[in-house]
């Protein structure tokens, strides 16, 4: 009636994940049959399309997942699959709601649909997924190439703006590389590049960053040499942002670092100079720059310009309130009026069709995807998994905050990606890598000491309970 | 270090949390707001994107939505516009809805309860839902006649089914085409509804239901019929002087100061009506008294504030009377009586109904967008102003004012018709007379197929002259009841 002893036996929950895999589908799969019913009466060939894609992406990754990382987290991979799923069946409803404006004349030309450019991208960020998670067999592995990612995450960053408008302006944001009509946006890859690094550098200089310093007005401050390699990357990191325009990314790169400062260094006055320092800089970027002028007038009094400035942000919110408590049911709505429908504000276009408590449900399905990631972080063994993971899950947090808050009228809209939802190889692609890591991280931290090291074992039971 | 990440993670729990509170700010609290705020067009979008039911009279729609290729789905269309105006109403992006298209707005619409069913139906099976349609009591040739006959005037035209309640034309004048305010066209309809509002002839009024004028004679039938319930018999000798002085000031005069009778002293009640004797009625209502002569007026359907169609009417009433004096200017249909076009059709059809008053009513049925019926309106017995003895009586005295009083241009060959003209003195806002109101009220006793007519033209006579409401008015109110009379046999 005992277990074997020398054996502690820690299940690895991939059957739990291969059927949320399943439930996750089958959401997806009911979310594009009602799109498809209220649109256009009837059901057709791309409700198999936008399920099976997910679908076989989840149950491929699933399998891989059963092979190299065997004690991941359970919870990630039918998340990612479902939001993944459910923005695809969104974006596909965004062009029929576009084509629709077009054909009527009273929105934008329709240059061609969006839905099966992101089912490629779904396809080659799964592959993406598998590369990673098949040869990072272990997350402390990359800690060794940290100043290599940190170039090529720099390199990522500058080279949109370095490169002439016409290859990297998009929308006034100079942050993109536009070849041969595909559309990149090296900073997304740049931000989790530079959190490996960052997680790196923060642990290997650690103890010197917590230990020696110099006290002023009580809070201690690291000597110059130590810290500053970080600094210098920060401020070009922040500079190309400026550069770039692209407000979002910048407040994104900010918070992550202040964050990795005061979970490696455990001092609460890192968290206090980097507010003052973010006040001082919100407060010059918009002595300077006009489009954060802009951005901030939008938001205090968004309807003094229905028809102008305004315009994109009271539609948005016009959609949510549209929407109310239980949304006009997928397709039923006209989220296709706000500009940027399917990424920027792809949320006000679920607010609009599910309501309040599908956005709510929305949320707290990315909280989870949040909470599993700081588990990890928590559970795992060594500083740089447990920098990583925070640094990691903070990301998907803070930019689902910085959305969700602009597209609401919360906060000043800064233009991110939902992640995971949104329309956008960069971004789809950028968030399937930081799937794969966070997948490696829970890996490490679940998993059972290997028997080899292992060279006491404990009793598998205490005395009491062994008969008499 | 993991008291650290925990912090980091309840730091984002706050963020997610005030997230979830300003959502519930905007989706729940604001939602109304943003919902009908002028700069969003969804409810708007989502209102014409399905095809509105239909208004239907006898089976030929007079509202009908038609398919477009805008980005509004469907166009509402009058296909007879200005002639039902004063029924449909209008569909407007910018000015709301009116008439018939906000009163059945829910069955048009589809969002009846009743269409629940219908909804889900549509919803599993893909079809585009649509609205109910509502049918209505209009008889066609009786508007048209009746439209026509008022083109180029201003005044309304009111018939009524005297054995149901139904009714059978309602048209105001001068008209519009709804079309104008119901097109997708913003400018248009902004223009088209300036223009319509600062025309003084007020072409949006619904004069059938919601215009109120001075009776004049007209309501000398309330005041016969209360005499008759006194007591009173046609044939009674009553005090007809040709100047009579009224018991609290003033005198009472007749049209040009005629007298009423040879001997210029007295008349006959049935010769009082036919001949629309002033100073007779006068005199009358005082005797009666006024609280019989109100609750005679009451039994008529006046005084009623809340009364519906379902089109709303307004209110007739006898105003307020202070001393006999102002009884006795009231009794002749002046002072501060005034009656809408229903109600002077409302007085003739309790009339021909041997003193059963129905109530009135519009819509016949109410179709599910399969057109199934949803609803059939039953006739409603609204009072019994007579009882059918003494209506008998008074009957006799209104078919005598067509036969050889003032409304003679009523008759109709072989039909016995009955009336009332009248010839209302009215003034201007400042006081100043204006030429008088022609008024007739009658009806056509067909066995078959009755039917009561109130004609109201404004300032259509000439002050001092009485003979307005029989010249003008009773004509056209003939020619409406001739019209239905021909195309009911005609079937």
């Known amino acids: 009636m005992t277990p074997p002893s020398g054996e502690v036996r820690v299940p690895t929950r991939r059957t739990a994940e291969l059927i949320l895999l399943v439930f996750a589908i089958a959401i997806v799969f009911a979310a594009e049959a009602i799109v498809e019913a209220t649109r256009d009466g009837r059901v057709n060939r791309n409700l198999i399309v936008d399920s099976i894609v997910p679908l076989a992406a989840g149950v491929v990754a699933h399998l891989v997942i059963r092979r190299v990382a065997p004690y991941a987290d359970p919870l990630l991979l039918p998340i990612v699959v479902l939001l993944n799923g459910l923005g695809l069946v969104m974006i596909h409803r965004l062009d029929l709601g576009l084509k629709q404006q ?118 201690d401050f690291p000597r110059g040499r130590d810290f500053g390699p970080l600094l210098v990357v920060w401020l070009i990191c922040i500079g190309v942002l400026i550069r770039g325009h692209d407000l979002g990314t910048s407040l994104m790169f900010f918070g992550l670092f202040v964050v990795l400062l005061y979970v490696a260094t455990e001092r609460v006055g890192w968290v206090v100079v980097g507010l003052l320092l973010f006040a001082a800089g919100a407060y010059i970027a918009y002595q300077v720059f006009s489009n954060v002028q802009t951005r901030v007038t939008v938001w205090l009094h968004v309807f003094d310009y229905p028809g102008g400035i305004g315009y994109q942000v009271s539609q948005s919110l016009f959609g949510l309130g549209t929407g109310g408590l239980f949304g006009t049911g997928l397709g039923g709505g006209h989220p296709e009026i706000v500009p940027l429908p399917a990424t920027d504000f792809i949320i006000s276009s679920f607010g609009e069709e599910i309501g309040l408590f599908g956005l709510v449900a929305l949320l707290v399905i990315y909280v989870l995807f949040i909470a599993r990631g700081f588990a990890a972080g928590l559970a795992v063994r060594d500083t740089f998994g447990k920098l990583l993971a925070t640094g990691l899950s903070f990301l998907v947090a803070l930019q689902l905050f910085v959305v969700v808050a602009g597209v609401t009228r919360l906060l000043p809209e800064t233009g991110l990606t939902t992640p995971f939802l949104s329309y956008g190889g960069s971004s789809l692609l950028a968030n399937y890598v930081l799937l794969a890591l966070l997948l490696r991280i829970s890996d490490a931290a679940r998993r059972p000491p290997s028997p080899s090291k292992h060279s006491a074992p404990e009793p598998a039971v205490t005395p009491q309970a062994i008969p008499a | 270090m993991n008291r650290q990440i925990r912090r980091v993670a309840i730091t984002v729990g706050i963020l997610m949390a005030a997230l979830l509170v300003n959502l519930n700010y905007v989706q729940v609290v604001k939602s109304d707001a943003y919902r009908n705020n002028k700069n969003n067009k969804r409810v708007i979008l989502n209102e014409y994107a399905n095809p509105r039911g239909s208004i239907i009279v006898q089976g030929t729609p007079i509202a009908e939505s038609v398919a477009t290729k805008d980005e509004l789905k469907y166009l509402r269309k009058y296909p007879d516009g200005p002639t039902y105006a004063d029924l449909t109403g209008w569909y407007s992006l910018v000015y709301d809805k009116n008439g018939l298209e906000e009163t059945e707005d829910g069955l048009l619409s589809g969002s009846d309860s009743r269409l629940l069913g219908t909804r889900i139906t549509d919803l599993l099976t893909g079809r585009t839902p649509k609205g109910g349609s509502v049918s209505l009591t209009i008889n066609k040739a009786a508007q048209e006649k009746a439209y026509a006959g008022l083109a180029g005037r201003r005044g309304a035209v009111v018939a009524l089914d005297p054995r149901t309640g139904a009714i059978l034309a309602a048209v105001s004048s001068p008209s519009y085409d709804p079309s104008v305010l119901s097109s997708h066209n913003l400018d248009a309809i902004q223009a088209a509804w300036k223009r319509l509002n600062a025309d003084k002839d007020q072409p949006l009024l619904p004069r059938a239901f919601q215009a109120t004028y001075p009776p004049g004679s007209v309501f000398k039938v ?53 001949i629309s004797c002033n100073t007779a009625f006068a005199q009358l209502g005082i005797d009666t008294g006024q609280d019989a002569v109100q609750s005679e007026a009451n039994l008529f359907g006046m005084n009623d504030q809340d009364f519906s169609v379902p089109l709303s009417v307004s209110g007739s009433t006898m105003g307020t009377i202070e001393n006999r004096s102002q009884l006795g200017q009231s009794s002749i249909g002046q002072f501060n009586v005034q009656m809408t076009p229903l109600q002077a059709a409302m007085i003739s059809a309790a009339v021909e109904n041997n003193g059963t008053l129905m109530q009135p009513y519009l819509v016949q049925q109410e179709l599910a967008p399969n057109l199934s019926v949803l609803d059939t309106t039953q006739p409603k017995q609204q009072s019994q102003v007579l009882p059918p003895d003494l209506d008998r009586q008074l009957q006799q005295m209104m078919e005598n004012v067509v036969s050889k009083g003032t409304g003679t241009l009523a008759q109709i060959d ?66 409406v009841m001739k019209a239905y009379l021909a195309d009911m046999s005609g079937r």
């Open chain 1, 102 to 219: 077009s054909d009527d004349g009273t929105g934008p030309n329709f240059t061609g649909a969006a839905a099966p450019t992101q089912i490629v991208w779904t396809a080659l960020g799964i592959v993406l997924f598998l590369l990673i998670i098949w040869f990072v067999r272990d997350h402390r592995m990359l800690a060794r190439y940290a100043y290599t990612l940190a170039l090529a995450g720099m390199f990522f960053l500058v080279l949109p703006s370095v490169l002439p408008a016409r290859f990297s302006e998009v929308n006034g944001a100079r942050i993109w590389i536009r070849v041969a009509g595909f559309s990149i946006q090296p900073g997304e890859f740049a931000k989790i590049l530079l959190t490996i690094f960052a997680s790196a550098y923060l642990v290997s200089k650690r103890d010197v960053l917590s230990l020696a310093g110099r006290r002023f007005l009580g809070i």
């Open chain 2, 222 to 274: 309330v005041v016969a019929a209360a005499a008759l319930k006194a007591g009173k018999k046609p044939d009674d000798v009553i005090p007809g002087p040709t100047v009579l002085p009224l018991p609290d000031g003033g005198t009472m005069h007749n049209f040009a100061n005629e007298s009423c009778s040879k001997n210029g002293k007295t008349t006959t009640l049935i010769a009082a009506l036919t």
């Open chain 2, 414 to 479: 072989n039909e016995r018709v009955g009336g009332k003209t009248g010839t209302a003195d009215n003034a201007d806002a400042k006081g100043n007379p204006l030429p008088p109101h022609a008024w007739f009220t009658g009806y056509a006793a067909d066995p078959v197929h009755p039917i009561a007519v109130a004609v109201v033209l404004e300032n259509a006579g000439v002050t001092g002259n009485e003979s307005a409401g029989g010249e003008k008015a009773a004509p056209l109110a003939r020619d």
